[in-house]
C-alpha cells in the first residue's frame, strides 16, 4: 500500500464533507458553484456573439466570422481539458486514499503539460490560421472577421490552458465555491471590457479576442496564487512542476473528455462546410446560434458533473461504495432532468432566442425551425452525460472512451456527411437527435455491465 502523508490544516475542511456530509445535500451543494462557473466560462463566447452581432453595418458577417473560428477555440480549451478533467479526478481519487503527496505530485505535471501544450499550439495555429479557417468554411465575407479574430485570441492560449486545466484542481477538493471565483473574476473582466472594445472603440472583433486574452489571464494568475497558497488542500509546489509518469493514468482518464470535445470541433468544421455548401453563410449563422445556445445546456450539464465527480472519487478512493452509488444517482438524475428541461424551453421558443443574436429574418426562420428538431435527442442523451460523469469518477478509462468515440466519430460524423445527400441542409440537423439518442442507450447498457462488475469486486475484495 502506498504510503500516505499526514493531512495538513489545510485539508481537514474538505475531506470530512466529501466522507461524511449527505450525498444529495453535498452534491447539490457543490454543483451550485461549478454551475455558476460553468456559466460564466460559457458565458466568454455568448457574450462576444451577443456584442459582435451589433456592430453596425457588419454585424452578421462578423458574428458568422468568429462562429467559424469556435472548432479552434474547442482545440485550445480540449487541451486544457485533457489534463484538467484527467488530472483532477485522480488527484481526487488519491486524497480518498489519503496520499495528499502523490496528489500534488499529478498537479505539479499538470502544470508542465499544460505550458507545454500552450506554447506548441500557440506556434501551430498562428502559422497555419488562414488555410485552416478556409478549410473550416469561412467565405470570402467572413475570413478577414476570422483572422483578425483568432490572431489576438491565439496569443492567450497560455492563460485558457491554466484556466481551464487548473481550475478543476480547486473544485477536486471540494472547493468549488473557490473555483466559481476563479472563473467569476474572468467573466466579470470580459462582460466590463467587450462593450468598451467592441463598439465605444470600434475595435469590432479585435476587440472580442483582446478582452477574453485579458479576462484569461486575469483568472490563470488567480488560480496559479491560490494553488500555490497555504490555503489549498494540494499545493503547487515549483519542485513538482516537471514532467512526471504520474500523468499517464490521469492521461488515459482525461482522454474520455478530450474525445468528446475534440470531436466537437470535429463536428463543427463538419456542419460548417455542409452547411456552406447545401444553405450558404446564412445557415452557418444559424448553426453558430444553435451551438450557442446549446452552450446553455452544458452550463447545467457540465456544472452538475464537476459538482459531483469530486464526491464520486473521493469515496471510490475511500471504497465508501455506498456514497458513491448514491451520487451516481445524483449524476442520472442531474443530467438528465437539466438536459429535458432546458431544451424543451429551447424548442418551444426557438425564434426568440435565435433573435438574441440576429436580425436577420432569413437566419431567424432557419433556427426557429431545425433548433426544435437538433434537440430533440438531448433527454436520452442525458444517460450517455451521466454515465460519462461516474465512469470517469470512478477512474475507469477504457468505456468512457469508447463512449465518447460513439457518438460523435461513429454515429454523427457520418450520419452528417451522408444525410444531406437526401435531406439537404436539414440533414445536418437531423444528424443529431439520432446520433444523440443511439449513444444514450448503448451508455446505459454499459454503464449497468461495468457498474456490476466493480461493485462485485469490491465485495470479493472484502470477503
Same mark, same amino acid.
Given at each position: 500500500m502506498t504510503a500516505t502523508t499526514p493531512t495538513t490544516p489545510t485539508t481537514q475542511p474538505t475531506q470530512p464533507a466529501l466522507a461524511t456530509a449527505p450525498v444529495t445535500r453535498l452534491a447539490l451543494t457543490m454543483s451550485v458553484p461549478t454551475i455558476i462557473a460553468q456559466g460564466a466560462n460559457a458565458s466568454y463566447t455568448i457574450i462576444d456573439r451577443l456584442f459582435i452581432a451589433r456592430i453596425p453595418g457588419h454585424g452578421d458577417d462578423a458574428m458568422t466570422g468568429v462562429g467559424?473560428?469556435?472548432? /479552434?477555440? !474547442?482545440?485550445?480549451?480540449?487541451?486544457? =481539458? !485533457? @489534463?484538467?478533467?484527467?488530472?483532477?479526478?485522480?488527484?481526487?481519487?488519491?486524497?480518498?486514499?489519503? #496520499?495528499?503527496?502523490?496528489?500534488?505530485? $499529478?498537479?505539479?505535471?499538470?502544470?508542465?503539460?499544460?505550458?507545454? @501544450?500552450?506554447? +506548441?499550439? +500557440?506556434?501551430?495555429? =498562428?502559422?497555419?490560421?488562414?488555410?485552416?479557417?478556409?478549410?473550416?468554411?469561412?467565405? &470570402?465575407?467572413? $475570413? &478577414?472577421?476570422?483572422?483578425?479574430? *483568432?490572431t489576438i485570441? !491565439?496569443?492567450?492560449?497560455?492563460?485558457? =490552458? !491554466?484556466?481551464?486545466?487548473? #481550475?478543476?484542481?480547486?473544485?477536486?477538493?471540494?472547493?468549488?465555491? $473557490?473555483?466559481?471565483?476563479?472563473?467569476? @473574476?474572468?467573466?466579470?473582466?470580459? *462582460?466590463?471590457? &467587450?462593450?468598451?472594445f467592441i463598439l465605444a472603440l470600434g475595435w469590432g472583433v479585435r476587440g472580442a479576442a483582446l478582452a477574453n486574452v485579458i479576462a484569461q489571464l486575469i483568472s490563470a494568475a488567480w488560480i496559479v496564487a491560490y494553488l500555490s497558497s497555504g490555503r489549498s488542500g494540494i499545493r503547487l509546489r515549483a519542485s513538482n512542476i516537471r514532467f512526471d509518469r504520474i500523468l499517464l493514468p490521469a492521461l488515459a482518464?482525461?482522454?474520455a473528455p478530450f474525445i468528446m470535445q475534440i470531436t466537437e470541433?470535429? $463536428?463543427? %468544421?463538419?456542419? #460548417? /462546410?455542409?452547411?456552406?455548401?447545401?444553405?450558404? &453563410?446564412?445557415?452557418?449563422?444559424?448553426?453558430?446560434?444553435?451551438?450557442?445556445?446549446?452552450?446553455?445546456? #452544458? %452550463?447545467?450539464?457540465?456544472?452538475?458533473?464537476?459538482?459531483i465527480q469530486p464526491i464520486i472519487g473521493f469515496n471510490y478512493g475511500a471504497r465508501r461504495m455506498d456514497r458513491v452509488r448514491r451520487a451516481i444517482v445524483m449524476a442520472f438524475v442531474t443530467q438528465i432532468a437539466s438536459a429535458v428541461s432546458l431544451t424543451a424551453v429551447l424548442a418551444a421558443f426557438p425564434g426568440f432566442f435565435a433573435s438574441w443574436f440576429t436580425g436577420n429574418a432569413h437566419v431567424v426562420a432557419i433556427v426557429a425551425s431545425m433548433l426544435p428538431v437538433f434537440v430533440c435527442g438531448w433527454g436520452v442523451f442525458g444517460i450517455q452525460m451521466g454515465a460519462q460523469c461516474a465512469l470517469v469518477g470512478m477512474g475507469q478509462a477504457k468505456q468512457s472512451v469508447f463512449l465518447a468515440i460513439l457518438r460523435k466519430v461513429i454515429l454523427l460524423t457520418p450520419l452528417a456527411l451522408l444525410l444531406p445527400h437526401w435531406l439537404g441542409a436539414t440533414g445536418i440537423f437531423v444528424a443529431e437527435p439520432i446520433s444523440d439518442a443511439t449513444s444514450g442507450i448503448v451508455a446505459g447498457v454499459l454503464f449497468a455491465v461495468t457498474y456490476r462488475r466493480i461493485a462485485r469486486g469490491m465485495r470479493d475484495a472484502r470477503v
Amino acid at each position: 500500500m502506498t504510503a500516505t502523508t499526514p493531512t495538513t490544516p489545510t485539508t481537514q475542511p474538505t475531506q470530512p464533507a466529501l466522507a461524511t456530509a449527505p450525498v444529495t445535500r453535498l452534491a447539490l451543494t457543490m454543483s451550485v458553484p461549478t454551475i455558476i462557473a460553468q456559466g460564466a466560462n460559457a458565458s466568454y463566447t455568448i457574450i462576444d456573439r451577443l456584442f459582435i452581432a451589433r456592430i453596425p453595418g457588419h454585424g452578421d458577417d462578423a458574428m458568422t466570422g468568429v462562429g467559424i473560428c469556435f472548432p /479552434i477555440l !474547442l482545440a485550445v480549451t480540449v487541451f486544457a =481539458q !485533457l @489534463i484538467g478533467a484527467g488530472g483532477a479526478p485522480r488527484a481526487s481519487i488519491e486524497l480518498g486514499r489519503g #496520499n495528499f503527496r502523490k496528489a500534488e505530485r $499529478i498537479l505539479g505535471a499538470s502544470v508542465t503539460a499544460l505550458i507545454t @501544450i500552450a506554447i +506548441t499550439l +500557440t506556434i501551430i495555429l =498562428q502559422l497555419a490560421k488562414r488555410p485552416i479557417l478556409t478549410a473550416f468554411g469561412a467565405s &470570402d465575407a467572413t $475570413i &478577414d472577421y476570422a483572422v483578425d479574430f *483568432i490572431t489576438i485570441y !491565439l496569443a492567450g492560449t497560455l492563460f485558457v =490552458q !491554466l484556466t481551464l486545466g487548473l #481550475n478543476p484542481f480547486i473544485a477536486a477538493q471540494g472547493r468549488t465555491g $473557490i473555483a466559481m471565483t476563479s472563473v467569476l @473574476i474572468g467573466t466579470g473582466v470580459s *462582460i466590463v471590457l &467587450d462593450p468598451v472594445f467592441i463598439l465605444a472603440l470600434g475595435w469590432g472583433v479585435r476587440g472580442a479576442a483582446l478582452a477574453n486574452v485579458i479576462a484569461q489571464l486575469i483568472s490563470a494568475a488567480w488560480i496559479v496564487a491560490y494553488l500555490s497558497s497555504g490555503r489549498s488542500g494540494i499545493r503547487l509546489r515549483a519542485s513538482n512542476i516537471r514532467f512526471d509518469r504520474i500523468l499517464l493514468p490521469a492521461l488515459a482518464l482525461g482522454l474520455a473528455p478530450f474525445i468528446m470535445q475534440i470531436t466537437e470541433c470535429l $463536428i463543427n %468544421v463538419v456542419f #460548417n /462546410i455542409g452547411l456552406q455548401r447545401y444553405g450558404g &453563410d446564412d445557415y452557418v449563422a444559424a448553426i453558430t446560434i444553435v451551438t450557442s445556445l446549446m452552450q446553455i445546456v #452544458n %452550463v447545467l450539464t457540465s456544472g452538475f458533473q464537476q459538482g459531483i465527480q469530486p464526491i464520486i472519487g473521493f469515496n471510490y478512493g475511500a471504497r465508501r461504495m455506498d456514497r458513491v452509488r448514491r451520487a451516481i444517482v445524483m449524476a442520472f438524475v442531474t443530467q438528465i432532468a437539466s438536459a429535458v428541461s432546458l431544451t424543451a424551453v429551447l424548442a418551444a421558443f426557438p425564434g426568440f432566442f435565435a433573435s438574441w443574436f440576429t436580425g436577420n429574418a432569413h437566419v431567424v426562420a432557419i433556427v426557429a425551425s431545425m433548433l426544435p428538431v437538433f434537440v430533440c435527442g438531448w433527454g436520452v442523451f442525458g444517460i450517455q452525460m451521466g454515465a460519462q460523469c461516474a465512469l470517469v469518477g470512478m477512474g475507469q478509462a477504457k468505456q468512457s472512451v469508447f463512449l465518447a468515440i460513439l457518438r460523435k466519430v461513429i454515429l454523427l460524423t457520418p450520419l452528417a456527411l451522408l444525410l444531406p445527400h437526401w435531406l439537404g441542409a436539414t440533414g445536418i440537423f437531423v444528424a443529431e437527435p439520432i446520433s444523440d439518442a443511439t449513444s444514450g442507450i448503448v451508455a446505459g447498457v454499459l454503464f449497468a455491465v461495468t457498474y456490476r462488475r466493480i461493485a462485485r469486486g469490491m465485495r470479493d475484495a472484502r470477503v
